[in-house]
């Protein structure tokens, strides 16, 4: 079975005076999907969902939405749901006259208006509130009901801008539970835009990391977390341990990196590095194991060095390692272990060659 593409861009570039903020933007999204913009501020995120919401018109390139042009239709013949980071609720309207707003433009009848409002607030758990007004709402209700709004007309594609960024952490959390619930059971092709890495990792079925309106990467979550494809993805998506040094060698898939703190070896992926070369080099703390005693493992990277600091963080502890050249995050997981490690105390650390990351280093300071 072929896949049907809802929604490609081609080439799309959009300038603000000299400024380039969207630069060579090309992706084909399937249906069904939930495509996610990642990237700090600033980077374009708004700027493309703007064109693709026929807002703003590209300077070049073409957008297709279910394989037909759309360049130059206006945002109303576009088939969209749409809900922004301010929740854009009419205030003067109740809960189910802003529901019923996008049905009511396109005629349909009262009984049927009534049965799809009906329906979708019950699919954002909220049909009790039909009748208050959004002042009467809190935030997450106030955004449900956004979300209830943008689904209503049963839209070919749903564009998120960070709908979840004015909610405290818990109900952030719990709408983003919602929202993928909703986007699973709906199947709308959706596109969601945040720099909340966490979120984007939990909802997507791709991302696109973005930066300074260049595409660094689009791919699975896995893929991005796993095989970043760039300096600027890794440190971008999860917390990651730097040091520096320079390729000693680089034979049968395997690196030598010399480093202030002693020889660091990496399995080789596709990195373009040669020997000579100053590298930045990367280990997630989530990898590296720590232990009291040399354990004298073979095979794997070795770092002696001093606890600092450790901090109790409920499902994992976290352990500052002096090693003399660097400090070194260590994510401790089993929680059920009593990581009694004083400041001070001696402990090694081991990681594989396979979780050690390797980036060109673009300055050559240190
Ligand atoms: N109408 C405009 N005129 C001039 N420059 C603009 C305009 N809109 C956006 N920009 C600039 O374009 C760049 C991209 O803006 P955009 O709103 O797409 O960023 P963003 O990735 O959505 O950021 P944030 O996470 O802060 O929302 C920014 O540098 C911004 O200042
Ligand atoms: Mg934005």
């Given at each position: 079975?072929?896949?049907?593409?809802?929604?490609?861009?081609?080439?799309?570039?959009?300038?603000?005076?000299?400024?380039?903020?969207?630069?060579?933007?090309?992706?084909?999204?399937?249906?069904?999907?939930?495509?996610?913009?990642?990237?700090?501020?600033?980077?374009?995120?708004?700027?493309?969902?703007?064109?693709?919401?026929?807002?703003?018109?590209?300077?070049?390139?073409?957008?297709?939405?279910?394989?037909?042009?759309?360049?130059?239709?206006?945002?109303?013949?576009?088939?969209?749901?749409?809900?922004?980071?301010?929740?854009?609720?009419?205030?003067?309207?109740?809960?189910?006259?802003?529901?019923?707003?996008?049905?009511?433009?396109?005629?349909?009848?009262?009984?049927?208006?009534?049965?799809?409002?009906n329906k979708v607030l019950g699919i954002v758990k909220l049909p009790h509130l039909a009748d208050r007004y959004p002042k009467q709402l809190s935030g997450g209700q106030?955004?449900?009901?956004?979300?209830?709004?943008?689904?209503?007309?049963?839209?070919?594609?749903?564009?998120?801008?960070?709908?979840?960024?004015?909610?405290?952490?818990?109900?952030?959390?719990?709408?983003?539970?919602?929202?993928?619930?909703?986007?699973?059971?709906?199947?709308?092709?959706?596109?969601?835009?945040?720099?909340?890495?966490?979120?984007?990792?939990?909802?997507?079925?791709?991302?696109?990391?973005?930066?300074?309106?260049?595409?660094?990467?689009?791919?699975?979550?896995?893929?991005?977390?796993?095989?970043?494809?760039?300096?600027?993805?890794?440190?971008?998506?999860?917390?990651?341990?730097?040091?520096?040094?320079?390729?000693?060698?680089?034979?049968?898939?395997?690196?030598?990196?010399?480093?202030?703190?002693?020889?660091?070896?990496?399995?080789?992926?596709?990195?373009?590095?040669?020997?000579?070369?100053?590298?930045?080099?990367?280990?997630?703390?989530?990898?590296?194991?720590?232990?009291?005693?040399?354990?004298?493992?073979?095979?794997?990277?070795?770092?002696?060095?001093?606890?600092?600091?450790?901090?109790?963080?409920?499902?994992?502890?976290?352990?500052?390692?002096?090693?003399?050249?660097?400090?070194?995050?260590?994510?401790?997981?089993?929680?059920?272990?009593?990581?009694?490690?004083?400041?001070?105390?001696?402990?090694?650390?081991?990681?594989?060659?396979?979780?050690?990351?390797?980036?060109?280093?673009?300055?050559?300071?240190?």
């Amino acid at each position: 079975m072929s896949k049907q593409i809802d929604v490609e861009l081609k080439n799309i570039q959009k300038k603000f005076g000299a400024n380039i903020v969207v630069d060579r933007f090309d992706i084909q999204i399937e249906k069904g999907e939930c495509v996610t913009f990642l990237g700090p501020s600033g980077c374009g995120k708004t700027t493309t969902l703007n064109m693709i919401a026929g807002f703003l018109e590209p300077d070049q390139g073409e957008l297709y939405i279910k394989g037909k042009r759309m360049n130059g239709v206006p945002s109303n013949k576009r088939d969209l749901g749409m809900v922004f980071q301010t929740y854009s609720l009419f205030p003067h309207m109740t809960v189910f006259e802003n529901v019923a707003y996008g049905l009511k433009l396109r005629k349909v009848p009262k009984a049927e208006i009534a049965d799809k409002v009906n329906k979708v607030l019950g699919i954002v758990k909220l049909p009790h509130l039909a009748d208050r007004y959004p002042k009467q709402l809190s935030g997450g209700q106030r955004q449900r009901i956004a979300i209830a709004r943008a689904l209503v007309t049963e839209p070919s594609l749903l564009l998120l801008d960070e709908p979840l960024s004015n909610l405290d952490a818990k109900l952030r959390e719990e709408l983003r539970d919602e929202m993928k619930r909703l986007q699973q059971e709906i199947g709308v092709t959706t596109i969601f835009v945040t720099h909340d890495q966490e979120e984007a990792l939990y909802l997507s079925s791709r991302i696109v990391v973005l930066n300074h309106g260049k595409v660094e990467q689009i791919g699975t979550p896995w893929d991005i977390y796993n095989r970043p494809a760039s300096e600027f993805v890794h440190t971008f998506i999860g917390k990651s341990n730097r040091m520096t040094g320079t390729v000693e060698s680089s034979s049968n898939g395997a690196l030598l990196l010399k480093t202030d703190a002693g020889t660091i070896r990496a399995a080789s992926r596709d990195q373009q590095v040669s020997a000579g070369e100053a590298v930045s080099i990367y280990v997630r703390p989530e990898t590296i194991a720590l232990y009291t005693e040399d354990r004298g493992t073979a095979d794997v990277n070795r770092m002696k060095g001093t606890v600092k600091l450790t901090s109790f963080l409920g499902a994992h502890t976290e352990c500052e390692v002096e090693t003399g050249s660097f400090t070194v995050t260590v994510r401790l997981h089993d929680a059920r272990q009593n990581f009694t490690l004083a400041s001070g105390q001696q402990v090694y650390l081991e990681w594989s060659p396979e979780d050690v990351f390797v980036f060109p280093r673009e300055d050559e300071g240190q």
